[in-house]
C-alpha cells in the first residue's frame, strides 16, 4: 500500500476556506496517527480565481488535482460574481473541474443520525432512520448540452438548452449505483422522465439492461416527480437513487434536507479507478461566511469518504465518522443543527471537538 499521498485542497469562495481549514486539520491528524505522509498542495477556484487569476479553473489548478491522488473542495460562488458573463462565473469552475478529471458519479449519502431527528422540518417518524445515498450522473445531460440564445423572427427572445445522454454514460453511472447497493440494502431506483424526455426513454432502457446483470439487486423506475413526493413522503423506502445530472442536482438537495440541515452533507465525486474529489452538499454560504459559525461537519464527513474511496483507510475513515457522530452525541452543535441557537458553537470549536474525538478514536 502507498504511504504518501497528495491532496489537492480547493477552498473556493464564501464559507469554502473556513470549513476546508478544520478537514485539513483532520487529514493532517489522520496522517499522523496512521504514519502515512499527505502533501497538501493547494489551488484556486471560483470567485477567487476569477479574481486572481482571470479565469475560474486556472489551468494550474487543473494540473494540480490531475497529479494529486484525490482533491478536497469547499465550495465556490457568491454575489460579487453573480452578474458575471458565463464564463468568468465561479459555478463554471466547477462544471469544468469535475469535466477535467473525468469525475462521472456524485455519490451523496443522506442519513439521519438519530440525535438529530429534531433538526428535520419533517416528522420524526418519517425521518428516523432515513439512510439512502444518490448517485448523480454528473458529466452529461442538460448541463453540458449546446446552449443558445438567439431571436425569433417576430422579435420574442430565445433560448436553448441542449440535454445528450449517451448509452456508456448511462452504463457507467448505473454500474456505479448497483455495485453501491450490493453493499447497501440491494435496491436501486432509476429515476428519469421517461414519460416525457427522450433521454429518459434511453436511461431506461439502458438501466433494465445493466439490472439484469446484477439480479441480486432490485431495481425498479420512478418519475422524478414521483420521487420528489416520495422523498418527503416514505423516505425510508429508498436505498440507491441513481438519476441524471439534473435530477439528481434537485433530488440530492431534497434528500440533503430530509436529514436536517445541508452542513452535514458529504459528497464525493467519483472518476474510474480510486480517483475523487471530495466537498460538502452545500454551496459558499455567502451569508454567514467570514463570521466563524459555519458548519464544518459536512467537509469533516466529505474527508472522511475521501479516505475511504481514495486512500482505502477504512479504519481511520470510520474513525473520523465516529468522532463526529459522538460529537454530534454529546450535544456540540453549530447554528445551522442547534435547537437553540443560543448554545451554538462555532466553525473552529467543532473542529477542535471532532479531533479531541479522534484523539481517542485513532
Ligand atoms: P448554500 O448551500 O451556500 O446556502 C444555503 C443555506 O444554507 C444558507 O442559508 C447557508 O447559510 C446555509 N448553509 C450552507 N452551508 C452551511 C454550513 N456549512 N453551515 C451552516 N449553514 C450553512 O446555497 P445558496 O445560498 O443557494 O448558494 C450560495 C452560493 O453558493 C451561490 O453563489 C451558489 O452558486 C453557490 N453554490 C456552490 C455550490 C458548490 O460550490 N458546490 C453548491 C451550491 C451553491
Ligand atoms: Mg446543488
Avoid at 223 to 232: E, K
Wanted: aromatic share 4%; proline share 4%; hydrophobic share 45%.
Amino acid at each position: 500500500m502507498k504511504s504518501t499521498y497528495t491532496i489537492a485542497v480547493l477552498p473556493g469562495d464564501g464559507i469554502g476556506p473556513e470549513i476546508v481549514a478544520e478537514a485539513v486539520k483532520v487529514l493532517n491528524f489522520v496522517a499522523e496517527r496512521t504514519g502515512i505522509t499527505l502533501e497538501i498542495k493547494y489551488g484556486r477556484i471560483g470567485g477567487i480565481a476569477i479574481d486572481t487569476d482571470g479565469v475560474p479553473l486556472p489551468e494550474e489548478t487543473v494540473a494540480t488535482c490531475k497529479a494529486a491522488d484525490a482533491v478536497l473542495l469547499g465550495a465556490v460562488g457568491g454575489p460579487k460574481w453573480d452578474q458575471n458573463p458565463g464564463h468568468l462565473r465561479p459555478e463554471t469552475g466547477l462544471l469544468g473541474i469535475r469535466k477535467q478529471l473525468g469525475l462521472f458519479a456524485n455519490v451523496r449519502p443522506a442519513t439521519m443520525h438519530p440525535t438529530l431527528v429534531a433538526a428535520s422540518s419533517l416528522k420524526p417518524e418519517v425521518v428516523s432512520g432515513v439512510d439512502l445515498v444518490v448517485v448523480r450522473e454528473l458529466t452529461g445531460g442538460i448541463y453540458f448540452g449546446e446552449k443558445k440564445r438567439y431571436t425569433t423572427e417576430d422579435g420574442r427572445e430565445a433560448a436553448v438548452d441542449q440535454c445528450i445522454y449517451h448509452e456508456d454514460e448511462i452504463e457507467r453511472i448505473l454500474r456505479v449505483a448497483f455495485e453501491l447497493a450490493r453493499k447497501r440494502q440491494k435496491r436501486v431506483v432509476s429515476v428519469d422522465k421517461a414519460n416525457v424526455l427522450e433521454s429518459s426513454r434511453l436511461w431506461r432502457k439502458v438501466a433494465e439492461r445493466i439490472g439484469a446483470e446484477y439480479p441480486d439487486v432490485e431495481l425498479s423506475h420512478q418519475l422524478v416527480d414521483s420521487c420528489a413526493m416520495q422523498l418527503v413522503r416514505a423516505p425510508k423506502q429508498f436505498d440507491v437513487i441513481v438519476t441524471e445530472n439534473m435530477f439528481g442536482d434537485i433530488l440530492s438537495d431534497q434528500a440533503a434536507m430530509l436529514t436536517g440541515s445541508i452542513g452535514m452533507l458529504a459528497s464525493a465525486s467519483l472518476a474510474d479507478g480510486s480517483f475523487g474529489l471530495y466537498e460538502p452538499v452545500h454551496g459558499s454560504a455567502p451569508d454567514i461566511a467570514g463570521q466563524g459559525i459555519a458548519n464544518p461537519l459536512a467537509t469533516i464527513l466529505s474527508a472522511a469518504m475521501m479516505l475511504r474511496l481514495s486512500l482505502g483507510l477504512d479504519e481511520a475513515a470510520n474513525a473520523v465518522e465516529g468522532a463526529v457522530w459522538a460529537v454530534l452525541e454529546a450535544g456540540h452543535r453549530t447554528g445551522d443543527i442547534a435547537e437553540d441557537r443560543s448554545n451554538a458553537i462555532g466553525t473552529i470549536k467543532m473542529g477542535e471537538l471532532v479531533l479531541a474525538e479522534l484523539e481517542k478514536q485513532l
